[in-house]
């Protein structure tokens, strides 16, 4: 990789090695040999492949971002949307100098997996299918000095259009279209990083600046806290600060041209009952995951009822049944995938509930979608693992409220015409699994 440069025209023509140059090295007879790799062997259109792979929805950029904020410790981050742009400013702790140029290595990220989010060394890349120009501002506390790098993703586009397939390697499109400076901080106490996506594309621009698709997006996709209101909003906080390592919720304050600042937060539901918690373990009692639960009070699938706290037609009922995984507060995948462990009704209860499941075993490892975790032997485990526990909430629920006198509900009534007569057969299930129903919900079997 060629190293910071200072030119601010860049040069019509890539530097480097072109790409195909034999190398002298010739192939060894009989034994196996290696041939180095040459600079120029890896393409510069590794760039769009990834980024246009990697981030299919625009929003995904505003993940990463995100990501990396709450990787730096940021307990807020800003997101405002401006003319053709989109301002992601963090008060984390930001980057020196050589933290900075570190960060635009492709594929190479220094982040420890036990602790931190981001592990594959691209999310500052998922801008460039959507703006022109990528500018990253930086600055440690106690620093006089901030840092900026700028990305000519521009310029980096049309020297991929024009010069012949192959013969701009990643190093070259990198190194001379980054450009570097730093200048005087205004706030010399202050840590923060700013991402600015600039000259976005108009078709990517209207997916970001539609503050509900954007609202949205970040609820069920982003670590951010309840709404003050919401009744369990302490309890659920102080049992995952607790159980969950490294557990965060950041505040997101959306900003934009002719509209209202708004600090996104999950809906205060109501008309639930107290949450139940628990550990999600293997046979050998290693903890994987931890989850909490709400069964809507009215024993019936969570709807408008449960939503009557937040403002009206902001949030839909869909958004909030049932479960959502969450590794290091961001979600994986979505709440219709969870269903599938929910045996118990056939899966109809499911949505009786509201919850979330925070992934602690760090050998699960989301994939690079985010919408799965990678197919391994610890991936297995969990599901495993949460099937069983899934199947044991209801009982839970049920000991909960006994013992707690204060939250007692009252006797749960089942909201339909005619009393539920589940035929154990009918429905698939084992004595285990179905008893844990009878007593939470009233159900007769035969
Ligand atoms: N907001 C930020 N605050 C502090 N450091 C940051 C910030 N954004 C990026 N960095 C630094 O830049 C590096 C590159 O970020 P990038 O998102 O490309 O990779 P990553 O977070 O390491 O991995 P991933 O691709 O999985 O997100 C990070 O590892 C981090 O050191
Ligand atoms: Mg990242």
Request: proline share 6%; net charge neutral.
């Amino acid at each position: 990789m060629s190293g910071a440069k200072k030119a601010t025209t860049p040069p019509t023509v890539p530097t480097g090695t072109p790409a195909g140059t034999q190398l002298s090295l010739a192939i060894p007879s009989g034994e196996y040999g290696t041939i180095p790799v040459a600079e120029s062997d890896i393409g510069g259109q590794l760039l769009p492949i990834l980024s246009k792979g990697l981030y299919t929805n625009p929003l995904d950029c505003i993940r990463e971002y995100v990501q990396n904020a709450v990787d730096a410790g940021a307990p807020h981050v800003n997101i405002r949307i401006t003319g053709n742009g989109v301002t992601i400013h963090d008060t984390g702790r930001g980057m020196d100098e050589f933290q900075l140029k570190a960060a635009r290595k492709f594929g190479i990220s220094s982040k420890d997996l036990a602790h931190d989010v981001g592990f594959r060394g691209i999310g500052i890349y998922s801008g460039y299918d959507l703006s022109n120009r990528l500018i990253i501002t930086t600055k440690k506390a106690e620093s006089t000095e901030q840092f900026v790098m700028r990305f000519d993703f521009k310029a980096m586009k049309s020297m991929l259009d024009s010069a012949p397939a192959g013969s701009v390697s990643l190093n070259s499109l990198l190194g001379d279209f980054t450009t570097f400076k730093k200048e005087p901080a205004f706030d010399p106490a202050s840590s923060f990083t700013t991402v600015e996506l600039e000259d976005i594309s108009e078709v990517h621009l209207r997916k970001l600046a539609n503050r509900n698709d954007l609202r949205h997006y970040i609820l069920q996709n982003l670590p951010v806290d309840f709404a003050d209101t919401f009744e369990y909003r302490e309890v659920i906080n102080e049992h995952l600060r607790q159980e969950v390592p490294g557990y965060k919720a950041v505040t997101i304050r959306l900003q934009s041209d002719g509209e209202k600042d708004e600090v996104v937060s999950k809906p205060a539901l109501d008309k639930l009952r107290p949450p139940v918690f628990d550990s999600i373990k293997d046979d050998k009692g290693k903890i994987l995951a931890y989850f909490w639960a709400c069964l809507n009070q009215d024993n019936k699938i969570l709807g408008e009822d449960n939503l009557a706290l937040t403002p009206a037609g902001r949030f839909k009922p869909s958004d909030w049944q049932g479960f959502a995984y969450k590794c290091k507060g961001f979600t994986i995948g979505n709440r219709n995938q969870l269903v599938k462990m929910f045996t118990l009704g056939n899966g109809t209860l499911y949505r009786w509930y509201t919850g979330e499941i925070y992934v602690i075993d760090e050998h699960v490892i989301p994939n690079t979608a985010r919408d799965d975790f990678e197919s391994n032997a610890a991936k297995s485990q969990l599901e495993i693992a949460v099937g069983a526990t899934m199947d044991m909430i209801p009982q839970k629920q049920e000991t909960s409220s006994n013992n707690s006198s204060a939250t007692k509900p009252r006797l749960p009534q089942i909201n339909v015409s005619k009393p539920i007569k589940l035929s154990k057969r009918s429905i698939g299930l084992t004595n285990r699994s179905v008893r844990p129903w009878v007593g939470v919900l009233g159900l007769s079997l035969r």
